[in-house]
């Protein structure tokens, strides 16, 4: 088996480092690359949207993402001596997701069980369980 590319996808939740080290250590054993890609969910209620400038808001959110997303992709690449780069996407989070995985093809894609909401006593996150249900390409649920 030959693995290029591994896209892990990154919420910023606990279960984050779980996901990286699986994603670093599948990519260091096949010689991949590595995408950490997050989506940034630019959904509000329609009050507080009236209330703060969102493009201020979007633009600081997407900074902050970006260099977030960075350190993670220098530590990997220290860690596994692996290629790491980041991508940044907008949109529902599962969407978003399997379109980019339409797009770019990788070999397998790396998310955790739970995210944010870390709902423990169900068996996936909504995202996790509509990527893995949709994906056309292999997908690994990292689940602690
Ligand atoms: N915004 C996001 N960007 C990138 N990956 C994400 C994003 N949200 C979730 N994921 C991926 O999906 C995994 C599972 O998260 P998910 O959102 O499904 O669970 P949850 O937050 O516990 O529950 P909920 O369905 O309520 O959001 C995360 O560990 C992460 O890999
Ligand atoms: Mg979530």
Redesign the pocket.
């Known amino acids: 088996m030959k693995l290029k590319l591994i896209v ?4 910023f ?1 606990a ?2 480092s779980k ?1 990286l080290e699986w994603a670093g250590e599948e990519a260091k054993r096949f010689g991949a690359r590595v995408e950490l ?5 630019e959904s509000m209620p329609r009050l507080a949207q009236e209330l703060l400038d969102l493009h201020t808001l979007y633009d600081s959110l997407r900074e902050v993402t970006q260099k977030r997303l960075g350190d993670l992709a220098s530590e990997m690449e220290k860690t596994f001596a692996v290629e790491v780069s980041t991508r940044i ?1 907008k949109g529902e ?1 599962f969407d ?2 399997l379109d980019h995985v339409e797009a770019t093809k990788p070999d397998l894609v ?10 423990k006593r169900i068996l ?6 509509k ?1 893995v249900r949709k994906s056309l390409v292999n997908v690994v649920i ?1 689940k602690y």
């Open positions: 892990a996808c990154v919420d939740s279960i984050t996901v890609v997050h989506v940034v969910e996407l989070p978003a997701i790396v998310l955790g069980a739970h995210g944010k909401k870390g709902v996936l996150g909504s995202v996790s369980e990527v990292v």
